[in-house]
């Protein structure tokens, strides 16, 4: 009799293992979603902002969202819409900084955006446009560093 329990809880041992519990996406949960959001709308207000003449009020919104652009690049696969959120709020950093004559900061922050979508699959008309401007922002600094 303890031959078979024995026997027994040896093949039973021998079975295929449980699968892996498959990860959440964290990209399809609400905080991430409201966090997209939030991070795009904190993008276009620091850009209305900047463009109204209020560096100050627009580096500030830009600092508040770097946790947050951090935060949704952070997940495995992130959505468009967070990378472009973030993008955006890197682009406006740069221009920034290139309007107070720091090129080489400004073109760290625009080389950020190159990589992020010089990378980015699938390739869109969208985000092709997004390359060219970091290209073209790039250049710009470069032409100024020159100087």
């Known amino acids: ?13 021998c079975g295929p293992a449980p699968a892996p519990p ?7 949960e609400a905080w991430y979603a409201q966090d997209v ?7 276009h207000q620091a850009s209305d902002l900047f463009k109204n003449g209020k560096p100050d ?3 500030a919104l830009i600092e508040k969202g770097e946790p947050l ?14 990378v472009e959120a973030a993008s955006d709020l890197d682009q406006l950093y740069g221009q920034m900084l290139f309007s107070n004559h720091n090129y080489g900061w400004a073109r760290l922050m625009f080389q950020k955006n190159l990589a992020r979508w010089k990378t980015w699959t699938p390739q869109t008309p969208a985000t092709t446009a997004r390359l060219k401007a970091a290209q073209t922002a790039i250049a710009q600094c470069d032409t100024k560093i020159l100087q």
């Open 1 to 13: 009799m303890r031959a078979w329990l024995l026997a027994f809880a040896l093949l039973a041992a």
């Open 57 to 59: 009020d627009a580096a």
């Open 69 to 82: 652009s951090a935060k949704l690049l952070a997940v495995r696969n992130p959505t468009l819409a967070a």
């Open 22 to 28: 498959v990860p959440k996406d964290p990209t399809t």
């Open 37 to 43: 959001t939030d991070l795009t709308a904190m993008a």
